[in-house]
């Protein structure tokens, strides 16, 4: 079935530059997400990618995709105690059909 | 637009009782869907709707579950003889019926059985 691995935490000093990993397993993954969930608070879809790009920048934060390796990335540049919160990379065969989560990143960011 | 909301958010109930959670997605919206998600895992799907139609169960989803949408717009979620292993956060997120690619989740509601 279908598995999304994530490592579990990452600690960052203030104004350095965050980077989650994630796996996953399914071929036909078309849409993969970062979700960002802070303490009490619903889930934030931050940003998605099409498994036809390599790559997505939307202002602080970049996402690598390497289909071959099934391999996401979230770069979260110039990171700020703000960003402190866990991070779920997702994934869906379609643009209607359901999520397959990770564990989830846990990022802690220092001043 | 107010976002998905849930109630109630938090619930605490003992062992063999029955609960019922409520979902109002997004007005506009026509797919809605249910998620249960347990301390340190990410959320897991359980079922989905197509305006009143449930269109998907996950084999998470035990005979003790059962989800409607009467009307297409709200739906609830009920458990019957709660089992303290149903503790969790149940998670509510709605989409548009065309490709979208964003589910907008709601607060969630916090089960506690005891």
């Known amino acids: 079935g279908e598995d999304v691995e994530q490592s579990l935490f990452l600690s960052v000093r203030e104004g350095d530059s965050s980077v989650i990993n994630c796996t996953y397993t399914?071929?036909?993954?078309?849409?993969l997400y970062w979700y960002k969930q802070e303490p009490g608070a619903g889930l934030q879809l931050l940003t998605y990618?099409?498994?036809?790009?390599d790559m997505k920048q939307d202002q602080r934060l970049t996402v690598l995709l390497n289909k071959k390796d099934k391999h996401l990335s979230l770069r979260i540049a110039d990171t700020q105690t703000g960003d402190s919160a866990i991070y779920f990379c997702?994934?869906?065969?379609?643009?209607?059909?359901?999520?397959?989560f990770g564990k989830g990143t846990m990022l802690l960011v220092s001043p | 637009d107010t976002g998905v909301s849930q109630n109630p958010r938090h619930k605490i109930t003992k062992r063999g009782q029955n609960v019922t959670f409520r979902c109002d997605p997004i007005?506009?919206?026509?797919?809605l869907y249910w998620y249960r998600q347990t301390l340190g895992q990410g959320p897991e799907f359980l079922t989905y709707?197509?305006?009143?139609?449930?269109?998907?169960k996950s084999r998470l989803l035990s005979d003790r579950f059962s989800a409607e949408r009467p009307k297409g717009s709200f739906s609830t979620l009920e458990i019957q003889r709660t089992e303290q292993g149903d503790s969790a956060m149940y998670l509510c997120?709605?989409?548009?019926?065309?490709?979208?690619?964003?589910?907008?989740f709601g607060p969630g509601t916090r089960l506690t059985v005891l």
């Open positions: 997120a709605s989409s548009l019926g065309q490709p979208a690619y964003e589910q907008f």
């Open positions: 399914d071929s036909s993954s078309t849409y």
């Open positions: 990618i099409f498994s036809n790009m």
């Open positions: 997702a994934e869906s065969t379609s643009g209607y059909s359901t999520l397959t």
């Open positions: 007005s506009e919206h026509n797919r």
């Open positions: 709707f197509q305006n009143e139609a449930q269109l998907e």
